[in-house]
């Protein structure tokens, strides 16, 4: 099974208005980290913003901030007022446990429109 | 301060040679991972090096390989290159802890081989 699902290939979004990139994973640990990072198209994965298990307020980062729902394991990221230089690949990322590395989604492709 | 930096940026091989990928951490990192991305596979994690010693490792075969130096920097070689390796090789870099530890990406080392 899949632990982290992203079911949007491609999103589109018109300039200055808001998107929701959703992310649902599947772990039986209790403690868990959630990850987003943004990959233009130069390569470089950039950190955005991160979900703990146990965060009782949704995490929020400038522009950027987190629908998560525990019991549904989602955590859907919103970016508000869209700029073009947010055209670029998002991926979802999941830390279970005491382990070490990600496990990541297969991507969402989104797209600014002027 | 500087980032991640990996060498080379880009190469090309041929089936059956080998190939050494570098990776720069930033200051004061002494955790360095590799992940694998590729078109079909999505993101994949190789290894995890800390203080010079392997912690983790993905499903890969033995044909990948990687070290970490006293200074923190890290090479991954593969041997015996077959057309699959053909792939993004990121490098990524931290504290090194579980939890809400964030990885820092490199741009990447796009591998093509013919």
């Known amino acids: 099974a899949q632990k982290i699902t992203q079911t949007q290939p491609g999103m589109f979004v018109q300039e200055k208005e808001a998107v929701t990139l959703d992310c649902t994973y599947d772990t039986s640990d209790q403690s868990y980290g959630l990850f987003w990072y943004k990959q233009p198209s130069s390569g470089e994965m950039i950190f955005l913003i991160y979900?703990?298990?146990?965060?009782?307020q949704n995490a929020t980062e400038g522009r950027y901030s987190l629908n998560f729902q525990k019991a549904r394991k989602s955590t859907n990221l919103v970016i508000s007022a869209s700029q073009l230089g947010d055209s670029a690949m998002y991926f979802c990322?999941?830390?279970?446990?005491?382990?070490?590395?990600?496990?990541f989604g297969s991507g969402t492709q989104l797209t600014v429109l002027p | 301060k500087a980032g991640v930096t990996q060498t080379p940026r880009y190469l090309i091989k041929t089936r059956g040679q080998q190939v050494t990928l570098s990776c720069s951490p930033i200051s004061g990192h002494r955790s360095v991972s590799w992940y694998q991305q590729t078109p079909g596979q999505g993101l994949q994690f190789l290894f995890e090096?800390?203080?010079?010693?392997?912690?983790n490792k993905g499903n890969f075969p033995g044909r990948f390989s990687g070290r970490q130096f006293s200074n923190s920097r890290s090479e991954m070689n593969v041997s015996t290159l077959e057309l699959g390796d053909s792939a993004l090789y990121l490098c990524?870099?931290?504290?090194?802890?579980?939890?809400?530890?964030?990885?820092?990406f490199g741009a990447g080392s796009r591998l093509t081989v013919l």
């Open positions: 990322a999941m830390r279970e446990g005491g382990a070490r590395q990600l496990t």
């Open positions: 979900q703990g298990s146990y965060d009782e």
């Open positions: 090096y800390f203080s010079e010693t392997q912690r």
């Open positions: 990524a870099s931290s504290l090194g802890g579980a939890g809400a530890n964030v990885l820092t």
